[in-house]
């Protein structure tokens, strides 16, 4: 990958891993109720495949969704205000952590209904091949869901009529406390797709300069007309499944391990620093004023968030129906 395009990553992955830290400080100390579940670890998988969009493109993916929002150039600050149920959120406070969206920036939602939004990513695809378009729907779902009915149904419809759609399975290893092993009778989730002749590849989604290639070829195949595609990216999550999650079904050691072995920023950041040894290009001093940026950012998020007013009573009534026309 050149400089920019990585420094770009690194930035970006950065910035979900501090803000998702963040939201983890304020949802322990009482501003964020409900359901959260952080992304920490998987950063390198969404960061990646956004480098090869462009405008019109679509993102959908389930409730592991705040750094999927904050890829495709989401606010930090509305997203935080939407965490702790603000008028300054994207959903007004009324939606929180999994129902915020942005048709501004293609990003369609995350769902809380496993699965859901593998057909509601396809019906997207749909839309850009019922208008002609050259845009992709990337629909992100975890391999907890991959067996799901609606899923194979979906893999049908978009095979059949060769829908532009990119199927990413987050396989972070374990679901809402099941190891995939356990769970799958397949032991490569990137073939689920091989009955309808959907192609697929298994990726290192720990390093995001392998999805980004990945995703290239992907979204290449989907834009020339050849259909879907279907990527496994072997991630992983430090934390538990949820914020109310201990995950004793795994080891400390394990995590450890794969923090010290394959974090997907350090893994960046160590690459850059080779880079600017090689050209004279990154060092230390620009990694530090990006760290140094992206604090400040979450910060200010933060600080919006917890300012920001609880949504008005009024609006309990508002955002319910649409009419169409």
Known sequence: MAREGLLRAYRDMLLIRRFEEKA?????????????????????????????????????????????????????????????????????????????????????????????????????????????????SLTYFGEGASNQGQVFESFNLAALMKLPVVFIIENNKYGMGTSVERASASRDLSKNGAAWGIPGE???????????????????????????????????RYRGHSMSDPAKYRTREEVQKMREQSDPIETARKMLLEQGTQEQGTGEAELKAIDDEVKAIVQEAADFAQASPEPDPRELWTDILVEAR
């Open 24 to 136: 983890g400080q304020l949802y322990g100390m009482g501003l964020i109720g409900g359901f959260c579940h952080l992304y920490i670890g998987q950063e390198a998988v969404v960061v990646g495949m956004q480098l090869n969009l462009e405008p019109g493109d679509q993102v959908i993916t389930s409730y592991r969704d705040h750094g999927h929002m904050l890829a495709t150039g989401m606010e930090a600050r509305g997203v935080m205000a939407e965490l702790t149920g603000r008028a300054g959120g994207y959903s007004k406070g009324k939606g929180g952590s999994m129902h915020m969206f942005s048709v501004e920036k293609g990003f369609f939602g995350g769902h809380g209904i496993v699965g859901a939004q593998v057909s509601l990513g396809t019906g997207l695809a749909f839309s850009n091949w019922y208008r002609g378009n050259r845009n992709v």
């Open 202 to 236: 298994q990726v290192n989604g720990m390093d995001v300069t392998a999805v980004a290639e990945a995703g290239a070829r992907a979204v290449a195949h989907c834009r020339a007309g050849q259909g879907p595609y279907l990527l496994e990216m072997k991630t992983y």
